[in-house]
């Protein structure tokens, strides 16, 4: 082969090489710009997600809190409408209570018809011997007077013993007979409605004291006052009772313990800072009382008077004058 002809072959191959070359460099610089373009997209596609997940969690957040404030709105007038109907069965269930009530009075106190009947018949006849022996319009009219008259005194005397049939003589608050009873239906509405219902039960500290000191109608006489301070701290719907001796109890429906605490600790307080005056004598008194509440402490009646009063002589125990809550 000419040598002249090699020489033009070689030539050929070194500028094939240099353009093949040339070529991996463009191909490779395109390579490195679709590897950046490919990740500048991901990268975007990345953004574009995170900009999408943002304004999703934007419109959820505004949906939820305009879903929320439509359901409080409902909750609120569907409770308010709950609790004008709950505050009226309640009346109406306390007025049937409160006639159970003296129904059971009746049935403990037969012998108020007895003597309502006997005196009603003395009287009737006396009235008739009188007819018998005189006559007259004039006497007729007075004779029906009379009767009218001795029947509204009888009317009054049945509603009186009735009354002390509940009330306690000498300080005027309720007894231990209607303590027991209203609990008893005050827990029966408790359960119906789901509600808390708490008893708080205090005494005296030291009233032996008093009594032996300065003699019983002493004692007497701050028992009437502590009663009267008590029924001043309390709302219409509570009850006050004797419980025994120097032993009260309260009865507090619709109530929580913390609430309870708070009436416990008034009257506490209350009790320390008023001024009982024997005579000229000005003596200090103390209470000390325990709390219980329904359903947290018991079920029953009994053990709930058990829990509070347990709570009591806790208070007794540590010190005096303070308030103790049942245990569990």
Same mark, same amino acid.
Not at 85 to 90: G, H, V
Not at 136 to 145: N, R
């Given at each position: 082969m000419? @040598? %002249?002809?090699?020489? +033009?072959?070689? #030539?050929?191959?070194e500028?094939?090489? /240099? !353009?093949?070359k040339?070529l991996k460099?463009?191909?490779?610089?395109y390579k490195n710009?679709?590897?950046e373009?490919?990740?500048?997209?991901?990268?975007m596609l990345k953004?574009?997600?995170?900009?999408l997940?943002?304004?999703n969690?934007e419109i959820?957040r505004?949906?939820?809190?305009?879903?929320?404030?439509t359901?409080?709105?409902?909750?609120?007038?569907?409770?308010?409408?709950?609790?004008i109907?709950?505050?009226?069965?309640?009346n109406?269930?306390?007025?049937?209570?409160?006639k159970e009530?003296?129904?059971?009075?009746?049935?403990?106190?037969?012998e108020?018809?007895?003597f309502?009947?006997e005196?009603?018949k003395?009287k009737?006849?006396?009235?008739m011997?009188?007819l018998?022996r005189?006559t007259?319009?004039?006497? @007729? %009219?007075?004779?029906? +007077?009379q009767? #009218?008259e001795t029947t509204?005194i009888? /009317? !009054?005397?049945?509603?009186?013993i009735e009354?002390?049939?509940i009330i306690?003589?000498?300080?005027?608050?309720?007894n231990r007979?209607?303590?027991?009873a209203?609990l008893?239906d005050e827990?029966i509405?408790?359960?119906?409605f789901?509600?808390n219902l708490c008893?708080?039960?205090f005494?005296?500290d030291?009233f032996?004291?008093?009594?032996?000191t300065y003699?019983?109608q002493?004692?007497?006489?701050v028992l009437?006052e502590?009663?009267l301070?008590?029924?001043?701290?309390?709302?219409?719907?509570d009850s006050l009772c004797?419980?025994?001796?120097?032993e009260?109890?309260?009865?507090?429906p619709?109530?929580r313990i913390?609430?309870?605490?708070?009436?416990?600790?008034k009257?506490?307080?209350e009790i320390?800072?008023?001024?009982?005056?024997i005579?000229?004598?000005?003596i200090n008194?103390?209470?000390?009382?325990?709390?219980? !509440?329904y359903?947290?402490?018991?079920?029953?009646?009994?053990g709930l008077?058990?829990?509070?009063?347990?709570?009591?002589?806790y208070a007794?125990?540590t010190g005096?004058n303070?308030i103790?809550l049942?245990i569990?």
């Open positions: 000419d @040598e %002249k002809i090699i020489k +033009e072959i070689k #030539k050929d191959i500028i094939l090489n /240099r !353009e093949l040339k460099e463009e191909v490779a610089t710009f679709g590897n373009l490919e990740s500048r997209y991901e990268e953004k574009e997600e995170a900009f997940g943002q304004i969690q959820e505004e949906i939820t809190v305009m879903v929320l404030a359901i409080k709105k409902v909750i609120n007038r569907e409770t308010v409408a709950l609790k109907l709950r505050r009226r069965i309640r109406q269930v306390r007025h049937q209570v409160s009530i003296l129904k059971e009075t009746n049935k403990i106190i037969p108020i018809k007895e309502v009947k005196e009603v003395n009737s006849v006396e009235i011997n009188q018998k005189q007259g319009k004039q006497l @007729e %009219k007075e004779v029906i +007077e009767v #009218k509204s009888l /009317r !009054e005397q049945k509603e009186e009354r002390k049939a306690d003589e000498l300080t005027g608050v309720y007979r209607y303590f027991e209203k008893e827990l509405l408790a359960k119906r789901r509600s008893l708080i039960i005494d005296i030291y032996k004291k008093i009594n032996d003699g019983h002493a004692g007497d006489s009437q502590l009663a301070t008590a029924k001043s701290l309390m709302s219409s719907v004797r419980y025994g001796g120097e009260f109890a309260i009865i507090l619709e109530t913390e609430q309870a605490i708070d009436l416990a600790e009257l506490r307080s320390e800072e008023h001024i009982f005056y005579g000229d004598k000005i008194v103390t209470i000390s009382a325990g709390i219980a !509440e359903p947290t402490h018991a079920l029953l009646k009994q008077i058990e829990k509070a009063d347990k709570a009591l002589y007794k125990n005096r303070n103790k049942a569990k």
